[in-house]
Structure formats: structure tokens, C-alpha cells
């Protein structure tokens, strides 16, 4: 096995206020719940072997939140860490002073110390916490969770189920390996060698409905997910419906992406990764018993109440630079949006609230890269320029250009990046302003 150098702490700061208004109205007769998350460092099993590592709540992942569309939540962060904390709520269409990103919406959390979010949930779906604060390194460590919430009228299932895919480096005396080949900021990102799915429920029997809610929390990795032992439909994209159910396939999944399906268990579910031509199971769902099939189609789920877009008010072009093998760029770090390195002085975009935007995302180099927008969704176009899947992080190939259509309804400044976290790390974010 190679081995590497230590990672270095980030100590690039980019200094940039911009604080947003809250947006979102909370409902007059919702449901609140508080939540206390706690990052510190931990000893747990993963995969067979005992790693030091971070979590929160003595957790890998973090505990489960799980709310109802339409509830509000307090959340306090208490920060148990030798270092700094920050968590970002991932997919979710929160105020923007609560979105947790450090300097752009709050200062960084120092040890010992907490800070307190507060938000409602307009949307129902499938999304996830993490580290937004040397997130290359903490998310890697373990510093992620799921955030569930729940449809008023759920789709009738027997169990529902988080399956969150993971993966990390183990050196030689089978520990954590947390040294770095600079090379991999470069190239692909840190894979680890060791890939994983740590599943909600442990047994099923032959016959019940699943919904099984896929999240990637890996930082670089990119899975293409097979389900075997079920049959059913693809009914959401990163917590967003699907105007109509797909027929289950093999899942693309990007740092960062989620995918919903329902489905019927046909025989022991497993979960592998076919990415890149090569097979790793990444776990299974031990089948004990059976009970009668539902006779009943495998529904959709009901539409959050989303901006329509309306004529187009900005095209922006967006090339992502840098990498081995790329071209030269005017920024600072081995990555580069349109030139810069890190969060730029002038956003990307600066619109009024409810401004259509298109974006026209370049990847001008020999890596794939997913660009996740905080606060907000948007289309993905096709060739013809007509709407497809509905997501917040779109995956561009390596040399290829993909269109999207954003409605920008949240005030705020908002992180615009590229959810490899070791690409983000060294350069590829920018923002984009709504006033």
C-alpha cells in the first residue's frame, strides 16, 4: 500500500459576508421538535474493523432525524470537537442564516461551544446532515446523518428504510488513514478501499414493501447502485418526486445524491456498486419469513409545492477548471470555476427573489464533478432544452456540459460547489446571490 502524507489543515479563508433573510414561513399549527447534536471523536466497529473516528452522538451516521412535512425543529450543535463545527442541511430549503456555511451564512462553531438552528419543513422527502466546516475531513471521518421527512400521507409501506453508502481509507494496520496523497486533490478525490452501506433495518421478510431511501454521503465517491432482491419503482431524486415512477435500475449516485424507491421483496436484498466496471457488496438485507404480496400498484408520491419557472431573466456560463491533465486557470488552488479558486469577492449570479436563472455548467476537465446548490432545486434540461429530473447536485462527465433551470426563491447568499469535497477543498465553489 502507498503511503501518503498527512492532510494539511485548510487555512485558506474566504472572506465574504453576506447574510440572507429568512424566507420560508413557519406554519401557524405545525409540530416542533429539538434535537441536540454532539460531534466528537469516538472508537466504533465499521465494516469489521474497530476505527477511531468522529460522530455525531457517539454515532456512525448520526442519529436519524426524522420529522413531518409542514413541522418546525430547534437543533443545537454542540460542538464536543478538538476543532471547529458547522453542520449544513443538505437538500433542504432552510432560512439562510441556518444553512451552515462558515463565513457566508455564520461564523464557525469553536470547541465547547453551541449554536442553535431553527427552521420549518415545506418539503417532504429524503435528505442528510453533514460537517460543513474542513468537510473533506470530518465528513470522512464520520460526520454525517440522515434527515427524513415524512409525507403527511405517506405511501403505505411495510418499512422504511435509510441505507447511507460509505466509504474510507484504511491504512496498512487496518485504522482510519487519514493522510492524503496531494495527487488526490487532483485527480478523482480520496476513494477509500473500503466501501460500505450501513442500512436502517437488519430483516425483512419475502413479500413486504420496502421504501428504502439511498443517500450518498461518501466524499468523492461515486456509486452506481444495484438492488437485487426487490422489484419496484424509482419514485424520487434528491428528496424531490418524480412526476412519474421509473422502473428500478441501476442508480447513478454522486457524493451528495439521494434516490427513493418502492419496492417488493423477492428474495435477500442486496446492495452492490458496479461503478467503474468492477462489483463490491456493499451490504444485504437478511430475508426471515414471508407474508402475502400486496395485489396494490407501487404509487407515487405527492409533489412539494415548487416555483414554477417562468421566462428565463440570466444564462450564466459556469466552467469548472483545473485537475491533472486540465488546462491553465487564473485561480489559486489545483481547481477553478470560471477562473477562481474559492468563493470569488462578486457572486456568480445576483438576483432578485424569484428570478429564473439558467446555467449553462461546463466541465472543462478529465474528472467528473457534481455541482450541488445550497437553499434551492433546479431542472436538469435536456439537448433540446426540455426539463428533466428535478434535483439540487447534477453530475457532469468529464468534458461534457449540462444545462440547468433554477428558481431562486430563498433570499440569501448561497454556496454554488462541486460535492466532491476534495475538489470543493481546493478550490471549486462559488456563490450566488438572491436579494
Known amino acids: 500500500m502507498q503511503t501518503l502524507g498527512r492532510a494539511p489543515r485548510l487555512t485558506r479563508r474566504n472572506l465574504l459576508a453576506g447574510l440572507g433573510a429568512a424566507c420560508l414561513p413557519w406554519p401557524a399549527l405545525a409540530a416542533r421538535q429539538s434535537v441536540v447534536l454532539r460531534p466528537a471523536a469516538l472508537s466504533t466497529r465499521i465494516a469489521g474493523r474497530r476505527l477511531d473516528m468522529l460522530g455525531f452522538n457517539g454515532?456512525?451516521?448520526?442519529?436519524?432525524?426524522?420529522?413531518?412535512?409542514?413541522?418546525q425543529v430547534d437543533i443545537r450543535l454542540e460542538n464536543g470537537l478538538d476543532d471547529g463545527a458547522l453542520v449544513h442541511w443538505h437538500g433542504l430549503r432552510v432560512?439562510?442564516?441556518?444553512?451552515?456555511?462558515?463565513?457566508l451564512t455564520q461564523d464557525?462553531?469553536?470547541?465547547g461551544r453551541s449554536h442553535d438552528y431553527h427552521f420549518a419543513l415545506p418539503d417532504a422527502g429524503t435528505y442528510w446532515y453533514h460537517s460543513h466546516y474542513l468537510s473533506y475531513d470530518q465528513v470522512s471521518r464520520g460526520l454525517f446523518g440522515a434527515f427524513v421527512v415524512e409525507e403527511r400521507d405517506p405511501p403505505e409501506v411495510d418499512h422504511d428504510i435509510t441505507v447511507q453508502l460509505f466509504d474510507m481509507m484504511i491504512?496498512?494496520?487496518?485504522?482510519?488513514?487519514?493522510?492524503?496523497?496531494?495527487?488526490?486533490f487532483a485527480t478523482a478525490g480520496k476513494i477509500g478501499n473500503v466501501a460500505t452501506a450501513f442500512v436502517s433495518r437488519d430483516g425483512i421478510r419475502q413479500g413486504d414493501r420496502?421504501?428504502?431511501?439511498?443517500?450518498?454521503?461518501?466524499?468523492?465517491?461515486?456509486y452506481e447502485l444495484r438492488l437485487s432482491g426487490v422489484a419496484g419503482n424509482i419514485v424520487a431524486l434528491d428528496g424531490m418526486p418524480l412526476p412519474a415512477p421509473r422502473p428500478l435500475a441501476p442508480i447513478i449516485l454522486a457524493p451528495g445524491q439521494r434516490c427513493d424507491v418502492i419496492a417488493d421483496v423477492t428474495g435477500p436484498v442486496r446492495l452492490t456498486d458496479t461503478y467503474g466496471g468492477t462489483s463490491v457488496t456493499l451490504g444485504e438485507i437478511a430475508m426471515e419469513g414471508s407474508r402475502t404480496p400486496r395485489r396494490s400498484a407501487i404509487p407515487g408520491l405527492p409533489a412539494n409545492a415548487m416555483p414554477a419557472p417562468g421566462p428565463v431573466d440570466a444564462h450564466v456560463d459556469l466552467v469548472m477548471q483545473g485537475g491533472a491533465g486540465g488546462g491553465d486557470h487564473d485561480g489559486f488552488g489545483t481547481w477553478a470555476l470560471n477562473d477562481v479558486s474559492g468563493l470569488p469577492r462578486r457572486p456568480l449570479v445576483d438576483v432578485r427573489r424569484g428570478a429564473t436563472v439558467r446555467m449553462t455548467l461546463r466541465n472543462a476537465t478529465a474528472f467528473p464533478h457534481v455541482m450541488h446548490l445550497h437553499g434551492h432545486h433546479f431542472h436538469e434540461l435536456d439537448a433540446r432544452g426540455a426539463s428533466?429530473?428535478?434535483?439540487?447536485?447534477?453530475?457532469?462527465?468529464?468534458?461534457?456540459?449540462?444545462?440547468?433551470?433554477?428558481?431562486?426563491?430563498?433570499?440569501?447568499?448561497w454556496m454554488l460547489h462541486c460535492h466532491m469535497l476534495s475538489h470543493q477543498t481546493d478550490g471549486m465553489a462559488t456563490w450566488v446571490r438572491v436579494r
Do not use: H
Open 59 to 71: 454515532t456512525i451516521p448520526g442519529p436519524e432525524i426524522r420529522v413531518r412535512q409542514g413541522d
Open 95 to 103: 432560512p439562510n442564516r441556518m444553512d451552515g456555511v462558515n463565513v
Open 108 to 111: 464557525v462553531v469553536i470547541p
Open 171 to 184: 491504512d496498512e494496520e487496518g485504522r482510519y488513514d487519514d493522510s492524503f496523497d496531494p495527487a488526490q
Open 210 to 222: 420496502l421504501r428504502l431511501r439511498c443517500i450518498n454521503p461518501s466524499i468523492d465517491r461515486i
Open 388 to 413: 428533466g429530473a428535478y434535483r439540487d447536485s447534477t453530475l457532469v462527465g468529464a468534458g461534457a456540459a449540462r444545462d440547468i433551470l433554477c428558481v431562486l426563491d430563498n433570499p440569501g447568499s
